[in-house]
């Protein structure tokens, strides 16, 4: 039986919800979306939630409403999926890439501070792989240069730094819902914040700039999300909690019986939370394969992986020759993803344990 590397956790609650949803007859942005977006800031701990059509979006979105566009700079790490740098590139503005903390693969404060420029307007802090980047640095920076401080949550729902949540830490938040994401909708997004200037924006922004009905007071975008990922949504905010606690005994299991030599397991900083969207090991030259004859070897032994991500932001074509930053680079050629999920199975996590261990 083949253990996936990432399964949406679905059941009835979520197909008896969507049900319902195409029964009334509201299948595009209605009021299950409106109670999705309330419970969705309840949960963050802020008073406001726009719900959008997917994380890119959000950030796109967040973004605009911080002000951002052409002639603007914008910090993001060089190591996360790509949609951080480039919905700052659809604004108009240019990223600027800092290193990573080598310890957390998230962005390091220090390299960051330094990138800082009169033509930088926000700082983003990847919360890579469902651990909070060093908020409280990032957060410093921002308010000393008076910078836009974003949060890109879309790897970190529910994740938590010195006990407040992931979403309320920054001026304003973006996730995703993506099918692989710890809450899933199929596509989606949320963006959180606690200002009611952004939350008016970023609704104008996402309904085509509309102030009111048919009057388009700024160019605006058709960001909106439907009933129908919300009522989904809805459902899965309910069993994120448990969720992420079965993510995180996977985890833990793993911290405890991967032993082989040649691999450093992920480190969790302190103060933080981490849900675990993704466990990613490091493949050193110690190890008895290359990372991609250990991802070939797991692969035949019917082990899901992937390389999140293969290649930094640094090194790729759009962005190619910009900067360079060493450890995200040497990040992106050793790393090598297993499955964490909520249905990986007491079994299937021992398996893939000695299954690795047994390489030596």
């Given at each position: 039986?083949?253990i996936p590397?990432?399964q949406?956790?679905l059941?009835?609650?979520?197909?008896?919800?969507?049900?319902?949803?195409l029964?009334?007859g509201?299948?595009?942005?209605?009021?299950?979306?409106?109670?999705?977006?309330?419970e969705?800031?309840?949960?963050?701990?802020?008073?406001?939630?726009?719900?959008?059509?997917?994380?890119?979006?959000?950030?796109?979105?967040?973004?605009?409403?911080?002000g951002?566009?052409?002639?603007?700079?914008?910090?993001?790490?060089a190591?996360?999926?790509?949609?951080?740098?480039?919905?700052?590139?659809?604004?108009?503005?240019?990223?600027v890439?800092?290193d990573?903390d080598?310890?957390?693969?998230?962005?390091?404060?220090?390299?960051?501070?330094i990138?800082?420029t009169?033509k930088?307007?926000?700082v983003?802090?990847?919360?890579l792989?469902?651990?909070?980047c060093?908020?409280p640095?990032?957060?410093?920076i921002?308010?000393?240069?008076d910078?836009?401080?974003i949060?890109?949550?879309?790897?970190?729902?529910g994740?938590?730094?010195?006990?407040?949540?992931?979403?309320?830490?920054?001026?304003?938040?973006?996730?995703?819902?993506?099918?692989?994401?710890?809450?899933?909708?199929?596509?989606?997004g949320?963006?959180?914040?606690?200002?009611?200037?952004?939350?008016?924006?970023?609704?104008?922004l996402?309904?085509?700039?509309?102030s009111e009905?048919?009057?388009?007071?700024?160019l605006?975008?058709?960001?909106?999300?439907?009933?129908?990922?919300a009522?989904?949504?809805?459902?899965?905010?309910?069993?994120l909690?448990?969720?992420n606690?079965r993510?995180?005994?996977?985890?833990?299991?793993?911290?405890?019986?991967?032993?082989?030599?040649?691999?450093?397991l992920?480190?969790?900083?302190?103060?933080?939370?981490?849900v675990?969207h993704?466990?990613?090991?490091?493949?050193?030259?110690?190890?008895?394969?290359p990372?991609?004859?250990?991802m070939a070897?797991?692969?035949?032994?019917?082990?899901?992986?992937?390389?999140?991500?293969?290649?930094?932001?640094?090194?790729?074509?759009?962005?190619?020759?910009?900067s360079?930053?060493p450890?995200?680079?040497?990040?992106?050629?050793?790393?090598?993803?297993?499955?964490?999920?909520?249905?990986?199975?007491?079994e299937?996590?021992?398996y893939i344990?000695?299954?690795?261990?047994g390489?030596i």
């Amino acid at each position: 039986m083949q253990i996936p590397i990432a399964q949406p956790s679905l059941g009835s609650e979520e197909s008896e919800a969507v049900l319902a949803v195409l029964a009334s007859g509201m299948i595009a942005q209605g009021p299950v979306t409106a109670a999705f977006e309330e419970e969705f800031a309840a949960y963050c701990g802020v008073p406001h939630a726009v719900a959008v059509s997917n994380g890119t979006t959000a950030l796109h979105a967040a973004l605009l409403a911080a002000g951002v566009g052409p002639g603007d700079e914008v910090i993001v790490p060089a190591f996360t999926f790509f949609a951080t740098a480039s919905a700052v590139s659809m604004c108009g503005a240019v990223p600027v890439f800092a290193d990573i903390d080598a310890a957390t693969a998230t962005i390091e404060p220090a390299d960051a501070l330094i990138k800082v420029t009169e033509k930088t307007k926000a700082v983003i802090g990847v919360h890579l792989y469902g651990q909070p980047c060093d908020v409280p640095a990032i957060k410093k920076i921002c308010s000393n240069e008076d910078l836009v401080f974003i949060e890109d949550a879309a790897q970190a729902h529910g994740a938590t730094y010195r006990g407040k949540k992931i979403g309320s830490l920054g001026d304003l938040a973006c996730f995703s819902f993506y099918a692989t994401k710890n809450l899933a909708t199929g596509e989606g997004g949320m963006v959180t914040t606690g200002s009611d200037e952004y939350d008016e924006h970023l609704r104008r922004l996402i309904n085509h700039g509309q102030s009111e009905k048919y009057l388009h007071s700024e160019l605006g975008y058709n960001y909106r999300m439907t009933d129908i990922n919300a009522a989904i949504g809805r459902a899965q905010l309910a069993k994120l909690d448990g969720f992420n606690r079965r993510r995180q005994e996977n985890a833990a299991y793993y911290d405890s019986h991967i032993t082989a030599p040649g691999l450093i397991l992920p480190a969790v900083a302190p103060g933080r939370t981490h849900v675990w969207h993704q466990y990613s090991l490091r493949v050193t030259g110690r190890f008895p394969l290359p990372r991609d004859e250990l991802m070939a070897y797991l692969r035949e032994h019917r082990i899901g992986c992937a390389v999140h991500y293969p290649i930094a932001l640094t090194r790729q074509p759009l962005y190619a020759g910009v900067s360079h930053c060493p450890v995200a680079e040497s990040l992106a050629a050793s790393v090598l993803s297993i499955p964490v999920h909520p249905n990986v199975t007491d079994e299937g996590r021992e398996y893939i344990a000695d299954t690795i261990n047994g390489v030596i």
